[in-house]
T-cell receptor, first 113, second 114 residues
């Protein structure tokens, strides 16, 4: 199975501060996703990458959120400045095209105070 | 646009009871894929099953079974003889054939009491 490592596991910041999340999947998977999961809800897609290209970022709040995926492997998601409503779990996932399954990392739980 | 509905927000059962989690989906595509994921209190999403739209055969894996019915657009999940370790939030999800965008339902929180 594919491995997806996310860091940090938890992050607590004050509103208006910047924050960044990292996703380190094992190599060989072209499709990478960032999802946001609010408390008591299902995950919602923020952005999808094919290699280095963001092919679906329609739900990414571009005024404060940005993402990149250098060299088509690791990815970062940034929020600047953070707002109270950004408190959520941010999940990274990759698509394994052999099994056609999405594998998720453990997520970063963000608390904005 | 695709949509997944899990009408049961929370279910509570006593250990050894059978429990069924409902999932109803909407899509205009004839090719699509349905998934179930388990999210225990630790937070990670654990893959359980993937089913494509052309395969309506029901599947059993140990105490888990899935009933896929295209006529009612449902993909229900049954746990037989539930155990405390089954306590988690369970998500049903859908990918349309040409999309590669996984859309989740809101989840059903299952609590299995000893």
């Amino acid at each position: 199975e594919a491995g997806v490592v996310q860091s940090p596991r938890y992050k607590i910041i004050e509103k208006k501060q910047p924050v960044a999340f990292w996703c380190n999947p094992i190599s060989g998977h072209n499709t990478l996703y960032w999802y946001r999961q609010n408390l008591g809800q299902g995950p919602e897609l923020l952005i999808r990458y094919e290699n280095e290209e963001a092919v679906d970022d329609s739900q990414l709040p571009k005024d404060r959120f940005s993402a990149e995926r250098l060299k088509g492997v690791d990815s970062t998601l940034k929020i600047q400045p953070a707002e109270l409503g950004d408190s959520a779990v941010y999940l990274c996932a990759i698509l394994d095209r052999v099994s056609e399954k999405l594998f998720f990392g453990s997520g970063t739980q963000l608390s904005v105070l | 646009a695709q949509k997944v509905t899990q009408a049961q927000t929370e279910i509570s059962v006593v250990e050894k009871e059978d429990v069924t989690l409902d999932c109803v989906y909407e899509t205009r595509d004839t090719t699509y894929y349905l998934f179930w994921y388990k999210q225990p209190p630790s937070g990670e999403l654990v893959f359980l099953i993937r089913r494509n739209s052309f395969d309506e055969q029901n599947e059993i894996s140990g105490r888990y079974s899935w009933n896929f019915q295209k006529s009612t657009s449902s993909f229900n999940f049954t746990i037989t003889a539930s155990q405390v370790v089954d306590s988690a939030v369970y998500f049903c999800a859908l990918i349309e054939g040409g999309s590669e965008k996984l859309v989740f339902g809101k989840g059903t929180k299952l609590t299995v009491n000893p």
